[in-house]
């Protein structure tokens, strides 16, 4: 069968095979698993897989495609390989999700002699991004910038948008809402009323805005990471979902983009057993941290 994919928008021009309502086989499974885990590292938990499953019924079916011809399809159309992705990822994130990595933050932060470069690595829908931007802007004296990536373009675009629900705001801490966070254009009260208002949104002030950059960025390819020299990266709940063997090729190559003195944090349990030997472990209550300490 020939296959028409020049457009970006859903291959319609594809027609005339019926398609297949019935559940995959063995093998039509672990094709479609192991080309998950080699482009996006995932291994897909049991829960998901039906899901995943559903999802790429109703796209085959949009398409007019049976699952072997929309295998094919997902592999040289990248919009349609981007659609099954952003289905695929889990975002679920929070403002200061883990206080203890943002203590060690704030003392590290203090260190530092010269602007320090910060990389939020899978951001999520940003409040990872924005915590850190939040820290820096109050400890970083000599100036900051926080570089956020993910493999997904939706929730990079919310991220981007910096703006969220007063719920998602109680995790902030008090001494950082003042100047942070204000209401979105146009409204006529303060942010510093925030705390007696339940439903409006907020949006992140506009002197984080200038510090912050938002990239899509596939972690499989580690080695063509496009951040370097950078003095904290942030890379917590993302490798859990990665094959171990992969796990670890990240966290080389992102030591490969810190400074001499910089930092590594990531979520607590996550890699308890890994060790390199450009880096010691930071000794702070709660956290899983790296200090590079060698070339
Ligand atoms: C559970 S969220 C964690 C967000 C944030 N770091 C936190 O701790 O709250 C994991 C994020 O990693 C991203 N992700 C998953 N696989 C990725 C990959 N191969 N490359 C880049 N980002 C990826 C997902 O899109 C998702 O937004």
């Known amino acids: ?17 019926a398609p297949s309502n019935e559940a995959f086989d063995e093998e039509q499974s672990a094709l479609w698993h192991s080309l998950i885990e080699s482009r996006i590292g995932m291994i897909l938990p049991e829960i998901q897989r039906s899901l995943f499953e559903r999802r790429v019924k109703e796209r085959m079916k ?35 999700r883990h206080l203890p990595s943002y203590e060690l933050l704030e003392h590290r932060l203090s260190l530092f002699k010269t602007p320090v470069h910060i990389w939020s690595v899978g951001c999520s829908t940003g409040e990872e991004t924005w915590s850190l931007a939040m820290t820096a802007h109050s400890h970083a004296v000599h100036g900051f910038s926080v570089m956020a990536s993910d493999i997904s373009e939706s929730v990079l675009n ?45 949006q ?21 990471v496009p951040f370097r020299r950078l003095q904290i990266i ?39 057993d890994w060790d ?5 472990r930071v000794k702070h209550a709660g956290t899983l941290a790296y200090e590079r300490v060698k070339v």
């Open 276 to 280: 390199h030997p450009a880096m010691k």
């Open 234 to 272: 942030f890379c917590q709940n993302v490798l859990i979902y990665f094959r171990q063997f992969d796990r670890r090729d990240i966290l080389d190559a992102l030591v490969q983009r810190l400074d001499i003195g910089g930092l590594l944090v990531l979520g607590p349990g996550e890699m308890v």
């Open 1 to 17: 069968m020939k296959l028409s994919v020049n457009s970006a928008s859903v291959p319609t021009s594809i027609a005339g095979v």
């Open 62 to 96: 949009l398409c007019g495609l049976d699952v072997m011809s929309y295998y094919q399809l997902v592999q040289i159309h990248s919009p349609e390989w981007q659609q099954l992705v952003e289905d695929l990822v889990v975002h679920e994130t929070a403002f200061f």
């Open 158 to 202: 919310i991220a981007r948008s910096g703006l969220y629900s007063w719920r998602k705001a109680e995790k902030i801490p008090e001494k950082y809402r003042e100047n942070c966070i204000e209401l979105p254009v146009g409204h006529a009260k303060h942010a510093a009323h925030a705390s007696s208002m339940t439903t409006q949104d907020w």
């Open 204 to 224: 992140v002030s506009d002197v984080l805005r200038q510090h912050v950059f938002f990239h899509r960025f596939n972690l499989m390819d580690s080695a063509d």
